[in-house]
Each structure stands twice: as C-alpha cells, then as structure tokens.
C-alpha cells in the first residue's frame, strides 16, 4: 500500500469520530440508564424488573417468530417462480413487490384497519353472507399479519436473488441423475438458496420483534409488544431507566439472534463452496 | 444494476418534481388569505406588530384548534396572516408526554395548553413564567368562574382556553339498554367493545368514583384498590385510546368509551347512533389553560397569541370546532354560537354529580400510581 | 410445482395490493369515515392540497433528506476509503463492527439511546432546547452512513490498488490518482449508496419520532400525529397521490430500460462475434 498511513489517518478520522460519539457514545448511555437509578446510582432494580416484562417480551419474540416463518413459507414458492418467469416477467414483478414498500409504513398499516375492523370491508362482505361480525381487529393474527405484510419484500427479494443465480446445469445434471422435482428442491435448490433464506429471515425478524405501531394500530390490549412498551416508557418519561433496561435486552436479543442467524450462513455457506 | 440506479434516480426526481409542483400554487393561495377576509380587516390594526418575521413555538392536544377543514376557520393561519409571524404547531397526546418533554429540556415552546392539574405542577416546579395581561386585554371576557381557580389562585401564569368533562359514550345500536354508571364498563356483555383512556389519570378517576373515593386521594391502598378494578377490566377492553376513539367510535367499531364531553358532539355529527350521560357516581371536570414555558423563546409573540385565541370570533370557531365548553362569555352569548345551551356542555348543576378537579399529587404517590399504571397495562 | 407457484405469486399480489386498492377507493369517499363509503367525491384531495401544514412537511422531508443523504454519501465515501486503506486489522474490524450496529440496532433502541445523548449534552451545554432540526439531521446521517460504506466498499475492492499505484507511477500524486483513477470506478456505488439513503431518510419514522425537536415535522411524524387523531380520508389520498406518482414512474422507467435494453442486445451480439 503506498497512502501514507498519515493520509488514511486523515480519511479515518471523522468517521470513527462520528461512529463513536454517534453509535457507541449512545448505546454506553443506554447501557448505563438501564443499570442505574433515577439518581445515577448503580442498581440491578431495572434489569431485574424485566422479569416483570417477561410475557410481553417472549409474545414479542414469539410474534416475529411466526410472522418470519410464515412469510419464509410463502416468500419461497413465490421466489422461485419468479426466478424461472421470462426475464420481462422478473421485472415487472420486481417492480411490483417494491411498490408497496414505497408507501410509508404507518399508512401501509393503518390501512388494514380499514380492511379489518368491525365495521371493515371483510366484516361488511361477511355480514351480506350472514356471518359475523368476526373479531379481526384487535387479535394477535392481526398483529402477525400486519408485520408479514410490511417485511415480506424483505424475504421474497433476498431469496428471489440468489435463485436467478443458481446455474441451470445443475438442475440437469441433478434430473440427469435420476433425481425427481421434489429431490431437486430438497437437495440441490434448497441448499443452495440458503444464504438467502437466513439474510431474508434476519430481515423480517429484526424489524418484527422490535415493532411499534403494528400492535398498537392492529391489536389490543392483550398484544402489547416490547417496540410499543419502550415507546411509551419514554413517552411518559424522558429518562426511564425501565425503558432503557427494555431496550439494553431487546438488543441482546437481536445480538443473540444474529450471532445464531450468523453461525448457520456460515456453515452451510462453506458446505456450498465445497 | 447501474441502470437500475440511474432510472430509481430519475424516479426520485420526478416524484419530487410532482409533488412540488402540487404544492407550488396551494402555498400561494395560503397567503392570498382570500379566506380570511371578514375578521382579518377588523383585526388589522391591532396584530400589526414589529415582531413579524419572527417564529411562534405552540404545542397543543390534537384536534384542538379550529383548522381550517369544513370551512372553518384556520386559526393557525390567520394568525399568521395577521401578524407575519410563522407558527410552528405540535400536538402532544397526554399532560404527562408533553411534561416529559419539557422538563428535561428537549424542547422547548412558547405556548403550552396543558390541563389544570398539570399546571398546579408545573408552577410548584417553576416551568411556567408569569403572563404579562397588559398585553392580553382579551382576559376581561373569561368567565369569572374560571378565574382564581385552585391551581393559579392569583391568575398569574394561565389563561383558560377551554372547559370540559368526561362522560360516557355509548352506541345505541348495541347498547340498548339504559345507561347511567361507569359499572357499564365492566360489563361482560361487551367484552371486546369497550374502550377506554389510555393515560393514568383518566383512566384511575373511572375506577375512583366507581369506589368513591377522591381522586386526589393519598392513600395508596386507595389507590390499589383502583386498580385492582382496572386489572379486572383488562380483558374486556377492545383498546386503550385518545384521539383514536373517534374513529373507533364513529366508525361503530367500539361500543362503549368514557370520553371528553366536547368530543361528543363531533363523533355525534358522524354517527347519530351514538349516544352521551354523566355517570351517576361523578365524573371528572377539568379546565385546559394557555401557559407559556420557562424556556420560552418568544414572550411577545406568546401574549400576542393569547390574545389573538381570546377575540370573540377566533373563539367563536374554536368553541364551534372542537366543541368543548367555552370560558369565554364573548363567544357562550355570541348571538351566531350554535352549541349556546347545550345541555351537555353547559348543563345544570344539578345535572351533573360529583364532579371533581384532578390536583397535582404529590410526588411519591404519584410515581406510586405511575407504577401501579404500568402493571394495569401489562396485565 | 409450477401452478402452485404462480397461485402463491397472484396470492401474494393480492395480498400486496388489497389495502392499496382500499387506501385508493376510500381516498374518494365522500364522507369523513375510513370505514363507511358513502360516495363519491374528490373532496379529500382539494383538502390535502390546500393544507399548508402537508405541504410544509412534504418540504421539509425532502430537504432533511436530500441533506442527510448528501453529508452520508460524502462522510460515508471518504469513510469507506480510510477503511479499505487501513492497516490494522482489528481496527477495521471494529470500525466494520460499528458501522454494522445502526443497520441491525432495531430502530427503536437507535432512536431512543440518541434522544438520550442530544438531551444529555443539551444539559451539559445549557441549550434552551436539546432536540432541533440539527438533532434530527445528525440522526439521520447516522443511520444512513452505513448503507453508503456498504455500497462503496465492495467497489474499492473490485478496483483495487493496482490502478492507483500505475497511476502514482505515472507522476500523479494520491489524491489526483483518486480523483482520475479510483473515483470514476467507484462512482456507481456512491450513486447507490446516496439513493438508498435517500429513500431510507425519506421513510424514516421510528428514529424522527425520538430526534425530532420543535417546528419541523416531516410527513411520517404528520402521517403518525393524523392516524393518532380521528382519521379523515385526506392521508388516503396523500398515499394514493404517492403511489399513483412511484407507479406511472416506475412504468415508464420499465419501458424505457426495455428500449434501451432492445437497442443495445443486437449490438452486445455484434461484439461477441
């Protein structure tokens, strides 16, 4: 390398600058209110009252869960036909997926509840039926569907890419082995899509479990989710050590996540190259 | 993958494109100010002022100014109109919200519409400066009712703006029965279609006249009690709201909601199916006043407001639009004000039990209801 | 397996597309309500395009954008290249580390754990107010700087060091081989890197929601405050005004990448031979 290890010091400078006053400065701070009192006293009263937020902290993990799973079943198929449309096709479906993503999220949501209430566009179909009202609005489904609804262009993208890339002639040679369409799938398609699969799942997971909004617009009481509770935590009070505790253990939780996320690409990631 | 690029940069462009070319001629018309006519000559002389040019910081509830929609008057912006000064207007959700903002320093504004209780505090804790009346001779129509209230005994620091109080809303459709207690609310009947307050304070004071008690009581098992009911309720409740009720409620998505008084009347206008009573075990009656914060930045601009929202005709369609119960004696005997004898906003005194002020409490118990709050909303 | 997957594909644009289909049909309802149709009318659209208080937001949007997405691309570009060129490996590492955080931080505890630094400071600076449009832009370039490094760094690495050291050999002095040599190689990635910020500065609510101090409130923070209140029509036919805009540009940008495509194919054909 010939820059001067000055120069680099140069272009490094305001960026680790910014990073650290910016990210670390401000996590530190976070850590530091959730072990702290209201008098900057070191305490483990916050992290112990966690246990108190433990049902609303496992419904949140539990939500994302199904909501990542569902739009994994869903997004595949899809993905896949995509990958073998006429390239035209691709396109213009590529370009229909991210459309929506393109509205803002709080209308994007708040526009099922049109669809969902008591009084919405299904119950009303449902009521010249004679069925109903059907409780819609307000159930954990609601919640889940609002969530699938706003991340899946994040499954359905990742995965649709690395299937475009997966050489044909393997699917031959695959058939030309003697192995049927389902064998395909499961040994030659499905590993190898795989990098996609864990970035689209890391992608519909995170925003999932850490949401607010979805639950407060969709659900109901018995739905609250930790995004919401940290929000009106420092709604109510700018300097809620309680919030901050919340928000030290949801990022364990996304950090736990990832690392996990992480060590399944990575193995299998080596199994593709050999 | 570059053209890709290039043709989403275009897209950009363009969409901005679009949209200001939407928006070019509407700022226009704003400042035309052909809608403001009638009231803006009369005023004139009086709103001019060297202070044009400068910013005006006011933080207030949602839904409660008259702005402009359904032909009403856009206060904000005749103001501005008026004067020259450019109105920054925020909304908070709840007393304590915008008191969380403030007292830490986050931000800061030049008018504040917080309620009675809220104020109590905020003066015992020196967030509020003194108001200069020279400068506000509109205070001489205020109601000598709500002067010297509790909490600004001397009318030092506030100016009412508006009067209220809570009721029950309920929709006939599904409620046929007839209603006149809070115990409604604990109905199994309607599990799923009850709604109620999503703050601490409104929410204990059902729960407090249900058992009788004060509701500034400080006794915590008082307050244990209280919400203990609430648990109680916890899974017959559709949501926690504010201003989302008036969807839920115009809407026919909800059955039943304590509410304000004055919201009433607009979700009624929506849906005439909805009906209103004052519980027999009491209810809560509160006064929103006009303050200005320590760290106001624009005194002079703030009392020019103040007097501005006291003109009869702003007040006049303030008093129309929000519905709530006027202080203001030029707009309750205006002979063009249509909600004059309302019995709801205005009624007998008979008619209504028990009414109660919320007073600041102080601050153990305070964060000892805070505490108990948070529990009643995981439960 | 092939009609399974086009029934899950027209299932999923169905799914995609009903509430837009809603937001469109209820945008002209005549009425107030978001829930009962009761007719026809363009009136929300004369209300949305006469409130000065959309129009404002929608400015200050793309202004708070524009801005924060053009100091991300250039903080995050110069950023990107101090990273390729550095040494140490477990300082690049952790400066990777770090620049990972705001991407995979949920939005909530990024918006939060800034809000408690600009109020700290704020305190220890004696503001009148800690939170201001700069708070909100700091926070902003934060989250975007990420995406624009990410962008930048894989093309760094596809040009490598070989053209800027010939170029240097050639008498240019580093930053002259830069800008001649690098720049113009990497200049795809910071285009990228500058859209994607763009369109995340543009989006963001979450972390405006906890920055933002008085008197510049974006369209998410409007769009937030109106579903907060009784919701009329009007932020149905903002939405439909959006969408019907992205579309006709997304469609025309599909006919003229088909042309160019078409155009360019026989030529590609030629060069092969």
């Known amino acids: 390398m010939k820059h001067s290890s000055l120069g680099t010091k140069i272009l490094n400078a305001p960026y680790i600058l910014w990073s650290v006053l910016f990210i670390i400065v401000p996590l530190v701070i976070v850590v530091y209110f959730a072990f702290t009192d209201q008098n900057g006293a070191w305490t483990l009263a916050n992290i112990a009252e966690i246990k108190d937020y433990g049902e609303i902290l496992l419904r949140s993990i539990g939500y994302a869960v199904v909501a990542t799973l569902i739009t994994l079943v869903t997004s595949y198929p899809v993905a896949y036909f995509m990958s073998k449309a006429k390239a035209r096709t691709q396109a213009i479906m590529m370009m229909l997926i991210m459309l929506p993503m393109w509205m803002n999220l709080l209308i994007r949501t708040y526009s099922w509840t049109t669809i969902l209430e008591k009084n919405g566009i299904i119950n009303t179909l449902l009521g010249y039926l004679g069925i109903g009202p059907l409780p819609l609005i307000g159930t954990s489904g609601a919640v889940i569907l609002g969530m699938i609804y706003n991340y899946i262009p994040y499954m359905i993208l990742p995965i649709y890419t690395i299937m475009v890339k997966i050489d044909p002639a393997l699917l031959e040679a695959a058939s030309d082995l003697g192995s049927n369409g389902f064998d395909r799938l499961k040994r030659v398609i499905f590993p190898l899509s795989l990098p996609g699969v864990v970035s689209g799942i890391t992608m519909v997971f995170v925003p999932s479990v850490s949401t607010f909004y979805i639950a407060d617009k969709l659900g109901s009481t018995k739905t609250l989710m930790i995004g919401d509770m940290i929000q009106k935590k420092f709604d109510i009070n700018l300097y809620s050590n309680t919030g901050a505790a919340l928000s030290f253990v949801l990022m364990l939780i996304i950090l736990i996540s990832l690392a996990v996320m992480h060590k399944f690409a990575g193995e299998d990631g080596e199994a593709i190259i050999v | ?379 | 397996m092939k009609v399974f997957g086009r029934i899950c594909t027209i299932l999923m644009f169905v799914f995609l597309y009903a509430p837009m289909a809603v937001m469109i049909v209820f945008s002209f309802n005549s009425g107030r309500s978001t829930f009962v149709f009761e007719g026809f009318s363009t009136r929300w659209y004369e209300t949305l395009f006469q409130s000065s208080q959309t129009m404002t937001a929608l400015k200050n949007t793309l202004i708070l954008a524009i801005i924060s997405a053009l100091i991300a691309t250039l903080l995050g570009t110069v950023a990107a290249v101090g990273i390729y060129h550095m040494r140490s490996k477990w300082l690049k590492s952790a400066v990777m580390t770090t620049t990972n955080i705001p991407m995979m931080n949920p939005d909530v505890v990024t918006g939060v754990s800034l809000m408690l630094l600009f109020v700290f400071i704020g305190r220890l600076i004696g503001a009148s107010e800690s939170l201001s449009f700069y708070t909100l832009l700091i926070a902003h370039i934060t989250f975007n700087l990420p995406y624009v490094i990410l962008n930048v760094l894989p093309k760094l690495r596809q040009v490598g060091n070989t053209l800027s050291e010939a170029a240097q050999d050639l008498g240019c002095t580093p930053v002259q081989s830069f800008f001649k040599v690098i720049f113009p190689n990497i200049s795809s990635g910071i285009v990228s890197g500058f859209l994607m910020a763009f369109t995340l500065s543009l989006d963001d609510f979450v972390i405006s929601y906890f920055t933002n101090g008085t008197g510049f409130q974006t369209l998410p923070l409007l769009i937030y405050s109106k579903t907060k209140k009784s919701v009329k029509p009007d932020i149905y036919a903002l939405s439909t005004v959006i969408f019907i805009a992205v579309l006709l540009l997304l469609i025309l940008v599909n006919i003229v990448q088909a042309k160019s495509e078409n155009k360019k194919a026989p030529q590609k054909e030629r060069n092969m031979i």
């Not at chain 2, 703030?302 to 369609?317: H, K, W």
Request: charged letters at 25%; glycine letters at 4%.
């Open chain 2, 1 to 379: 993958m570059k053209k890709r690029l290039i043709s989403l940069f275009a897209l950009l462009i363009a969409v901005c494109c679009v949209f200001t070319a939407c928006g070019a001629p509407d700022v226009k018309s704003d400042t035309d100010g052909n809608s403001i006519s009638g009231i803006a000559a009369s005023l004139e002389s009086k709103y001019t002022t060297s202070l044009a040019g400068t910013t005006l910081n006011v933080f207030n509830w949602g839904e409660y100014i008259s702005d402009g929609s359904d032909d009403s008057m856009d206060v904000i912006a005749e103001f501005e109109e008026l004067t020259g000064i450019q109105v920054n207007y925020d909304n908070f959700e709840s007393n304590e919200t915008m008191y969380s903002k403030l007292q830490s320093g986050a931000v800061s504004y030049d008018i504040i519409i917080p309620s009675d209780y809220m104020i109590e505090r905020m003066i015992s804790e020196d967030l509020l400066q003194k108001l200069d009346f020279s400068k506000i001779p509109n205070y001489k129509f205020i109601d000598e009712k709500y002067k010297n209230l509790y909490f600004d005994e001397n009318n030092e620091y506030s100016v009412p703006y508006n009067v209220g109080m809570v009721g029950l809303i309920y929709n006939t459709t599904i409620v046929t029965e007839e209603v006149d207690s809070w115990e409604i609310m604990w109905d199994e009947k309607y599990a799923d279609q009850i709604l109620t307050f999503n703050n601490s304070r409104d929410a204990f004071a059902i729960a407090q006249f249900m058992l009788g008690q004060d509701l500034n009581s400080t006794n915590k098992e008082d307050w244990d009690k209280a919400a203990d009911l609430l648990k109680e309720q916890t899974p017959l409740l559709q949501a926690r709201v504010m201003d989302e009720v008036f969807n839920k409620m115009e809407g026919g998505n909800a059955a039943i909601a304590p509410y304000y008084a004055g919201d009433f009347l607009t979700m009624y206008d929506a849906n005439e199916d909805l009906a209103f009573v004052y519980p027999k075990e009491g209810t809560n009656i509160f006064v929103d006043s006009i303050c200005v914060p320590k760290n106001a930045q624009n005194y002079d601009a703030a009392m020019l407001f103040i007097n501005f929202l006291l003109e009869p005709e702003v007040g006049l369609a303030n008093a129309e639009y929000i519905c709530y119960a006027s202080p203001n004696t030029a707009v309750v005997n205006h002979e063009d004000y249509s909600l004059k004898g309302n019995e709801i906003l205005y009624p007998d005194d008979e008619a209504v039990a028990n009414t109660q002020y919320f007073h600041d409490i102080d601050p153990e118990i305070r964060s000892y209801y805070e505490k108990l709050w948070e529990e009643i909303l995981r439960s």
